[in-house]
Every structure is written in structure tokens, then in C-alpha cells.
């Protein structure tokens, strides 16, 4: 199957800092990628849809201000948190969809506000 | 209302058995894509399976067979020959259209344990 990277894959910061979370399609490219968040021992909640060229579109419930989205490349979609608190720390995955029945998933970023 | 339903929050298999995890879904679209990830402790999402709506074969990819019930709104994995790297999370999810955009939307999972 297709690779998804992202980067870190762990990372930990201060309350009151901002995060960068990268997404990368390693041998494709991605018009459209997902943002999902997951707490330990839960379902996977969309977050965001990534679209190249374009505004992301939020789901319902999810500050676009707090949660950056930028999906500057095909083969590249970035995720800021901003103003990390700690009830931002879960676990983030990206994916990205090479066409309607395929949609890949990075291996995750554990992001831990203290 | 959920979208998504999965009833078994664990499951147990002998290693070597075959297993079905059980997955339910709500939808009046009549094109929607049903889907299997499996989820190690690693993280990482790992696509297993795809049936689509108007597919009328039940899908099947080595080990990993969807015993698809269009009538029941049911699309349960079945595992065969479980083996010990078959432990971990097991999450459905279906993909609906809203006007041009698709999104996948996840159930909240089944561990499986394979045991000697």
C-alpha cells in the first residue's frame, strides 16, 4: 500500500505553545488528506478535511483557530495546534486518500501538553 | 445516533480458530463504502478490507473476508487461521458522501486477544 509519514511521531510541550505536526504522502500525491484525533482507548474523531490549495473544513466542534490546517503540496498537509493546553494531548493521525476506497493513515503523533 | 456500531469491545480467539468481529452501520445513502482498519499497539492504522454498497460479492483479501448483509446493514470481519500478530484494535468505519465530499467515520473498535 501507499506511505504516509508523519513527523514527530511523539512530542512534548509547554501549555501556552503552539505544535507543528507534519503529514507527508511519501509516494503519491494527495489532494485531500484527514486530520483525526484519538484518546487512549477510543474511536478516531475527523477532525479536519485537508484539501490542497484550499481552506480545510473543520467538523463540527473543532476550533479551526486553535487547530491550524495548511496543505501547501500534494504530497504535503501540516496540523498546528496553537496555544497547546493540556487537554490537547492525544494522539493525532493523518491520512490521506488516493482514491475513493483507498485511504491511508500515517503512524501518528502522541503530542503531551504539560 | 451512531453511525458506526460495534457491540464487542473484546474478544478472544485460540490462535489457529477464526473469529467475527461484528460491525453495524446506519445509513440512507444508497453508495457508501464500508471499511476494516486494524490498529496494533504501535498506532498506526492499517487498512485490511473495502466492500463497497453495490458490490455483491463479499470481499476477501487472504485471511480477511467481510460477510457483507446489505439487508441488515451488518458488515462483519471474519479472521481465519487467527495468529498471534492478529492481537489488536479492530475498527470499522464507513464512507458517506455530503454533496462532492466523502469522510470516514469510525466505529469505537474491538480488541482482539489471539491466545496460545
Known amino acids: 500500500g501507499a506511505v504516509v509519514s508523519q513527523h514527530p511521531s511523539w512530542v512534548i510541550c509547554k501549555s501556552g505553545t503552539s505544535v507543528k505536526i507534519e503529514c507527508r504522502s511519501l509516494d503519491f500525491q494527495a489532494t485531500t488528506m484527514f486530520w483525526y484525533r484519538q484518546f487512549p482507548k477510543q474511536s478516531l474523531m475527523l477532525m479536519a478535511t485537508?484539501?490542497?490549495?484550499?481552506?480545510?473544513?473543520?467538523e463540527q466542534g473543532v476550533e479551526k483557530d486553535k487547530f491550524l490546517i495548511n496543505h501547501a503540496s500534494l504530497t504535503l498537509s501540516t496540523l498546528t495546534v496553537t496555544s497547546a493546553h493540556p487537554e490537547d494531548s492525544s494522539f493525532y493521525i493523518c491520512?490521506?486518500?488516493?482514491?475513493?476506497?483507498?485511504?491511508?493513515f500515517g503512524p501518528g503523533t502522541r503530542l503531551t501538553v504539560t | 445516533a451512531q453511525k458506526i456500531t460495534q457491540t464487542q469491545p473484546g474478544m478472544f480467539v485460540q490462535e489457529k480458530e477464526a473469529v467475527t468481529l461484528d460491525c453495524t452501520y446506519d445509513t440512507s445513502d444508497q453508495s457508501y463504502g464500508l471499511f476494516w482498519y486494524k490498529q496494533p499497539s504501535s498506532g498506526e492504522m492499517i487498512f485490511l478490507i473495502y466492500?463497497?454498497?453495490?458490490?455483491?460479492q463479499n470481499a476477501t483479501e487472504g485471511r480477511y473476508s467481510l460477510n457483507f448483509q446489505k439487508a441488515r446493514k451488518s458488515a462483519n470481519l471474519v479472521i481465519s487461521a487467527s495468529q498471534l500478530g492478529d492481537s489488536a484494535m479492530y475498527f470499522c468505519a464507513m464512507r458517506e458522501w455530503t454533496g462532492t465530499a466523502s469522510k470516514l467515520t469510525f466505529g469505537t473498535g474491538t480488541r482482539l486477544q489471539v491466545t496460545l
Open positions: 485537508s484539501n490542497e490549495g484550499s481552506k480545510a473544513t473543520y
Open positions: 491520512s490521506a486518500r488516493i482514491r475513493a476506497h483507498e485511504q491511508y
Open positions: 466492500q463497497g454498497s453495490y458490490d455483491e
